[in-house]
């Protein structure tokens, strides 16, 4: 095994009861050695782990990973580097995510295998456990396949042991792909002279849809931002399409960028520094985020419910 402090397996589970069985062990176990342990799970698997906790659960963050990590681009910086980086000084840091259930649409799943890829790149060197439970009875053999391509370490209910599919870069240039067009789409081109355009489009249709004003600013900055980065990164130009799909709003902005910086968007900022962080802004506000970047073109299209996430 690597001498890398971190650990980052996939938990292979079959129901319920091989769940909470796996995932209060890896808990207690943490709690056992005085390790911070934070849990973002599904709400329904939330329920699960606290039950079979009890009095223990209110030691460990629990998090419904269907609210806190909806955007798999959030998940990174607003749900684990939140925790462990609130926990430094060299002692040991226990997480259980679940991104992936069966639940997940086939719009967020690219950008949830994406993610788990990129767990690795972002806590290389960091004394972090983080267990990823996978539902392999709901879900399908190729969301199996590359949990085995992002994780190096893999266990079900016969033990652990490494993956010789690990690949993570695989995961990330292969949903790094062209987005499907949407049928009919409203468009502004925009650079520094008329980026309110852009922004003001987003908000009207926003409004149309019934978002409160307060998604409706969040629409508009997230607009706001991708078009400053259009600006300033892709070539001082770019263009916003809007439409509607699934009952969500869509806006997407397309540049000449290309964005070379895997977890670009996804490293926690101090508020306090100065510096770019426009893609991570777009991540937090967002119910979803998709990417396709390759030289001379990024497009970023993010994605907004206007039902209350309650």
């Known amino acids: 095994m690597s001498a890398d402090p971190f650990v980052h397996p996939a938990l292979f589970y079959r129901g319920d009861r091989h769940y909470t069985a796996a995932t209060t062990a890896f808990i207690r176990a943490g709690l056992a050695a005085g390790e911070p342990v934070a849990v973002a799970v599904p709400a329904r698997n939330l329920a699960l782990i606290e039950k079979e906790l009890g009095a223990d659960a209110g030691d460990v963050l629990l998090l419904d990973m269907g609210k806190a990590g909806r955007n798999p681009g959030r998940i990174i910086p607003a749900v684990l580097r939140d925790f462990a980086d609130r926990h430094p000084g060299g002692g040991h840091v226990r997480i259980i995510g679940e991104p992936i259930w069966p639940d997940r649409t ?152 290309h964005i070379t910086d895997p977890l670009a968007g996804r490293r926690p900022v101090d508020p306090r520094e100065a510096g770019s962080r426009g893609l991570l802004i777009v991540n937090l506000l967002s119910d979803l985020v998709r990417v396709h970047t390759r030289p001379g073109g990024t497009t970023i299209r993010i994605y907004f419910d206007p039902r209350p996430s309650g």
């Open 106 to 257: 086939a719009t967020e799943y690219p950008a949830c295998a994406q993610h788990e890829a990129l767990i690795n790149l972002s806590f290389a060197g960091q004394a972090v456990t983080i267990l990823c439970p996978y539902d392999v009875e709901n879900l399908t053999s190729e969301v199996v396949l590359e949990a085995a391509r992002t994780h190096p370490v893999l266990q079900d209910d016969s033990g652990e042991w490494a993956s010789d599919d690990y690949a993570p870069e695989l995961v990330i240039d292969g949903h790094n792909r062209a987005l499907d067009e949407p049928a009919e789409f409203t468009s502004v081109r925009f650079d520094n002279t008329n980026l309110s355009a852009a922004r003001g489009l987003a908000a009207r249709e926003a409004a149309a849809m019934g978002f409160d004003h307060d998604r409706i600013d969040d629409i508009r900055l997230a607009v706001a931002e991708l078009g400053a980065n259009s600006l300033d990164h892709g070539g001082g130009s770019g263009t916003v399409r809007v439409w509607r799909a699934d009952g969500l709003l869509v806006c997407e902005v397309t540049d000449k960028g």
